[in-house]
């Protein structure tokens, strides 16, 4: 409702097209959302009469982040609902009026009133696209004023959704395909909008559900959780059950005494001949909340089973309700761990179930779910997979949405061209230098299906061509060349956003096609440059031309020292 109000407030959505783009999922992005140092630029180039100068910004980030070769780029679709939305209110005006130098004139201030986004030109690379350092993720040409007023939003927007997708894609790698990954952030996250962030994009980043209920109804994502550890020890004893029937899955009849069922079982596991010994006198309070939990959810009966004791109470508890909900046509989904050595408990878990299927003749019950959670991380995943485990799912929290291992991904946004003329940004750190100039983009794929090479041109050079060699050059280092003989060639840059316009542009893709699109772009990947340890780095470069004219802009543009 916030947001819609927004939107309203801000007016139309989208200058002279025919297509409605909604405001920002956080109501918060706002064109106030930027620094102060944007708004006193804007004056400068309006007082110099400079702001409707034509000037070309391109988005990008110098390394790729967790010590890997690789990052995801997200946050696109929520660039484009801000510019689709960019309109100062009264209230914003009047605020920045009184926050800058009593010197500045009211005309400046008439200029934001008039100002929106129908003569901005947003080209990126689609969102949920495996991108690498040096490439533009997004081309932003429009006003020099404006587009700096476009800056901060930008960067903020990208930087955090890039880096926790790149991470979520990361976790997905080293539990691989078959595991099922649940994103249980919500309460470490940096407060609100990091949580409901990072229950979207690490969706797109491969995970497959989420236990935030506001992510869940915002985008769409599947929601998945059970209960805590406070739920098991509210119980004191059985007794505290006063409704015990419940009702077949098939509805032809009622168990009176679903409680009893649950001990009779219980009494059943006990005295088996390949379980006998293995534990005596569960946690009668564990049973109880057990009893209650699968009374309420028996079509999907989940416990946390290491509240007390998980081999001598936990998993015999849960396989006592689960076989009573057996017999009335239900199936459990299986249990939580979340505390101990997860390798070996899960091993013994298993054990424990494939027992009672044999014992019992319970067609699949060896199989059931097992899920861990406990402050995992890449790291604890992949030292599980090196112990052998058990394990069917991961509920990852802290670790993955605060992206402990990296705090920033250092998305820079850097002035490449005004007025048509190329301008360079030069450091002693050659990190720091920039590609000056219009780019187009293209990814070359090699014989075997993987990407090559990523190479970077002049807007006006002619694309690199399927079966054509081309010269791929090191934008900064003269030995580090390559020829490459593309069996397949893609441009990166697509235009989003053409304000008066919308005429050949990108539609905004729906999520779950963002996601399809990631995981496919990381199967495209060739292994070296996935693998956890010393990955290979991706080459990324410029043609021939594009290199000799950095060096010629590099060298114009550098001071000349003297000696004495």
Same mark, same amino acid.
């Given at each position: 409702?916030?947001?819609?109000?927004?939107?309203?407030?801000?007016?139309?959505?989208?200058?002279?097209?025919?297509?409605?783009?909604?405001?920002?999922?956080?109501?918060?992005?706002?064109?106030?959302?930027?620094?102060?140092?944007?708004?006193?630029?804007?004056?400068?180039?309006?007082?110099?009469?400079?702001?409707?100068?034509?000037?070309?910004?391109?988005?990008?980030?110098?390394?790729?982040?967790?010590?890997?070769?690789?990052?995801?780029?997200?946050?696109?679709?929520?660039?484009?609902?801000?510019?689709?939305?960019?309109?100062?209110?009264?209230?914003?005006?009047?605020?920045?009026?009184?926050?800058?130098?009593?010197?500045?004139?009211?005309?400046?201030?008439?200029?934001?009133?008039?100002?929106?986004?129908?003569?901005?030109?947003?080209?990126?690379?689609?969102?949920?696209?495996?991108?690498?350092?040096?490439?533009?993720?997004?081309?932003?040409?429009?006003?020099?004023?404006?587009?700096?007023?476009?800056?901060?939003?930008?960067?903020?927007?990208?930087?955090?959704?890039?880096?926790?997708?790149?991470?979520?894609?990361?976790?997905?790698?080293?539990?691989?395909?078959?595991? @099922?990954? %649940? $994103?249980?952030?919500?309460?470490? !996250?940096? #407060?609100?909008?990091?949580?409901? &962030?990072?229950?979207? *994009?690490?969706?797109?980043?491969?995970?497959?559900?989420?236990?935030?209920?506001?992510?869940?109804?915002?985008?769409?994502?599947?929601?998945?959780?059970?209960?805590?550890?406070?739920?098991?020890?509210?119980?004191?004893?059985?007794?505290?059950?006063?409704?015990?029937?419940?009702?077949?899955?098939?509805?032809?009849?009622?168990?009176?005494?679903?409680?009893?069922?649950?001990?009779?079982?219980?009494?059943?596991?006990?005295?088996?001949?390949?379980?006998?010994?293995?534990?005596?006198?569960?946690?009668?309070?564990?049973?109880?909340?057990?009893?209650?939990?699968?009374?309420?959810?028996?079509?999907?009966?989940?416990?946390?089973?290491?509240?007390?004791?998980?081999?001598?109470?936990?998993?015999?508890?849960?396989?006592?309700?689960? @076989?009573? %909900? $057996?017999?009335?046509?239900?199936? !459990?989904? #299986?249990?939580?761990?979340?505390? &101990?050595?997860?390798? *070996?408990?899960?091993?013994?878990?298993?054990?424990?179930?494939?027992?009672?299927?044999?014992?019992?003749?319970?067609?699949?019950?060896?199989?059931?779910?097992?899920?861990?959670?406990?402050?995992?991380?890449?790291?604890?995943?992949?030292?599980?997979?090196?112990?052998?485990?058990?394990?069917?799912?991961?509920?990852?929290?802290?670790?993955?949405?605060?992206?402990?291992?990296?705090?920033?991904?250092?998305?820079?946004?850097?002035?490449?061209?005004?007025?048509?003329?190329?301008?360079?940004?030069?450091?002693?750190?050659?990190?720091?230098?920039?590609?000056?100039?219009?780019?187009?983009?293209?990814?070359?794929?090699?014989?075997?299906?993987?990407?090559?090479?990523?190479?970077?041109?002049?807007?006006?050079?002619?694309?690199?061509?399927?079966?054509?060699?081309?010269?791929?050059?090191?934008?900064?280092?003269?030995?580090?060349?390559?020829?490459?003989?593309?069996?397949?060639?893609?441009?990166?840059?697509?235009?989003?956003?053409?304000?008066?316009?919308?005429?050949?542009?990108?539609?905004?893709?729906?999520?779950?096609?963002?996601?399809?699109?990631?995981?496919?772009?990381?199967?495209?990947?060739?292994?070296?440059?996935?693998?956890?340890?010393?990955?290979?780095?991706?080459?990324?470069?410029?043609?021939?031309?594009?290199?000799?004219?950095?060096?010629?802009?590099?060298?114009?543009?550098?001071?000349?020292?003297?000696?004495?």
């Amino acid at each position: 409702m916030e947001k819609t109000m927004k939107a309203k407030e801000n007016g139309p959505t989208e200058q002279n097209t025919s297509r409605v783009i909604d405001g920002p999922t956080n109501p918060m992005v706002t064109p106030l959302l930027t620094d102060l140092y944007q708004f006193t630029m804007a004056y400068a180039y309006w007082k110099a009469g400079k702001h409707q100068e034509r000037a070309v910004f391109d988005l990008y980030f110098r390394k790729n982040p967790f010590g890997g070769e690789f990052t995801v780029f997200a946050g696109l679709e929520e660039c484009i609902k801000f510019i689709a939305n960019f309109k100062f209110t009264e209230e914003e005006i009047k605020f920045i009026q009184q926050t800058l130098p009593p010197s500045c004139e009211d005309g400046f201030f008439d200029y934001l009133r008039g100002i929106d986004c129908s003569d901005v030109e947003v080209y990126a690379i689609p969102e949920g696209t495996v991108v690498f350092p040096k490439v533009p993720l997004l081309r932003i040409e429009g006003p020099v004023a404006l587009v700096q007023l476009l800056e901060t939003p930008f960067v903020n927007l990208v930087n955090y959704a890039s880096l926790v997708t790149t991470n979520a894609a990361r976790h997905r790698f080293v539990a691989g395909k078959s595991k @099922l990954l %649940l $994103e249980f952030g919500l309460r470490r !996250a940096q #407060g609100p909008d990091g949580a409901i &962030g990072a229950s979207k *994009y690490c969706y797109i980043g491969g995970f497959d559900a989420t236990s935030n209920v506001a992510a869940g109804r915002l985008f769409g994502i599947p929601l998945r959780g059970t209960h805590s550890h406070a739920f098991v020890s509210s119980y004191m004893s059985l007794d505290e059950i006063i409704d015990k029937s419940l009702r077949k899955r098939d509805g032809s009849s009622t168990c009176e005494d679903f409680v009893s069922l649950v001990q009779s079982w219980l009494s059943k596991i006990q005295w088996s001949n390949s379980l006998r010994g293995i534990f005596g006198e569960t946690n009668q309070s564990e049973l109880a909340a057990f009893t209650s939990y699968a009374l309420a959810f028996p079509d999907s009966f989940l416990a946390l089973v290491d509240t007390y004791d998980v081999m001598r109470s936990g998993v015999p508890n849960f396989c006592a309700v689960a @076989l009573a %909900l $057996e017999d009335l046509g239900y199936k !459990a989904n #299986g249990i939580r761990l979340d505390s &101990g050595d997860l390798a *070996y408990l899960s091993c013994e878990a298993r054990k424990f179930f494939c027992s009672i299927e044999k014992e019992f003749k319970v067609p699949g019950f060896g199989k059931m779910s097992i899920t861990a959670s406990n402050d995992l991380n890449e790291e604890t995943i992949d030292a599980l997979n090196k112990q052998g485990h058990e394990l069917d799912a991961y509920g990852i929290g802290t670790y993955l949405v605060t992206c402990y291992a990296q705090a920033a991904l250092g998305v820079v946004f850097k002035l490449v061209e005004i007025n048509n003329q190329p301008r360079i940004k030069l450091s002693e750190d050659v990190s720091k230098v920039s590609i000056p100039c219009k780019k187009r983009c293209y990814r070359l794929y090699g014989k075997e299906g993987y990407s090559l090479v990523d190479i970077m041109t002049g807007e006006n050079e002619p694309p690199p061509k399927v079966g054509e060699r081309i010269l791929c050059r090191h934008p900064f280092q003269e030995s580090k060349r390559a020829y490459v003989v593309p069996q397949r060639v893609e441009e990166l840059l697509r235009c989003y956003w053409r304000g008066s316009s919308d005429k050949e542009r990108e539609p905004l893709p729906a999520l779950k096609d963002i996601r399809e699109r990631c995981i496919k772009q990381l199967e495209q990947m060739r292994p070296d440059h996935m693998r956890r340890l010393n990955p290979t780095p991706y080459k990324v470069s410029v043609s021939a031309k594009l290199y000799d004219f950095i060096h010629f802009l590099w060298l114009n543009e550098a001071p000349v020292g003297e000696l004495q």
